[in-house]
T-cell receptor
């Protein structure tokens, strides 16, 4: 069973609109979370990390973490066509050592002009 | 600054043929290295990881093998390709506690 589930699977947003992505983990050992973005044909790139409960804002992107409910969200304000991509949530335990991040199921975002 | 290269950029291979994909990290000493497989539009399936030269741990084999012959190099290979091996192969490195950094990927088509 996938330890990190994302919703929705896909999302269509008009240019200038708000996109909201959700991520829920089933493992209470996860302490650190990232959002990654992958454009078609490229490797994923980290958008932002969030390690503490609450909101973290970076430009048009705001992440929210609630460790009690194991829920992370990403909100993209003023969406641009360049935001069209596959978005992944990723999680890590506190003492993960050399093991990789655990990636979610992904959300495809399409921003229409 | 660290850079990560993958080769080749793309491959078209026949079922049953051998395969070797490579990944090189520059500017980072003794990185943790990872191989992932991704179906089109799909999630990232971790295949192997390596903490040090000569040591590779398998997560999901999928009839593939991996080796780390040098500190900055990670190789993915198989002697006999299957149709199911088609996809996007990604190499990544990670600091001990920080985020992962991915390479540009190799697109593999098996016919």
């Amino acid at each position: 069973q996938q330890k990190v589930q994302q919703s929705p699977e896909s999302l269509s947003v008009p240019e200038g609109g708000m996109a909201s992505l959700n991520c829920t983990s089933s493992d209470r050992n996860f302490q650190y979370f990232w959002w990654y973005r992958q454009h078609s044909g490229e490797g994923p790139k980290a958008l932002m990390s969030i390690f503490s409960d609450g909101d973290k804002k970076e430009g048009r992107f705001t992440a929210h973490l609630n460790k009690a409910s194991l829920h992370v969200s990403l909100h993209i304000r003023d969406s641009q066509p360049s935001d069209s991509a596959l978005y992944f949530c990723a999680a890590s335990e506190h003492n993960q050592g050399g093991r990789a991040l655990i990636f979610g199921t992904g959300t495809t975002v399409s921003v229409s002009p | 600054a660290q850079t990560i290269h993958q080769w080749p950029v793309a491959e078209i291979k026949a079922v049953g043929s051998p395969l070797s994909l490579g990944c090189t990290i520059k500017g980072k000493s003794s990185p943790n290295l990872y191989w992932y497989w991704q179906a089109t539009g799909g999630t990232l399936q971790q295949l192997f990881y390596s903490i040090t030269v000569g040591q590779v741990e398998s997560v999901v084999q999928l009839n593939l093998s991996a080796s780390r012959p040098k500190d900055d190099q990670f190789i993915l290979s198989t002697e006999k390709l299957l149709l199911s091996h088609s996809g996007f192969y990604l190499c990544a490195w990670r600091d001990w506690v920080y985020e992962q950094y991915f390479g540009p990927g190799t697109r593999l088509t098996v016919l």
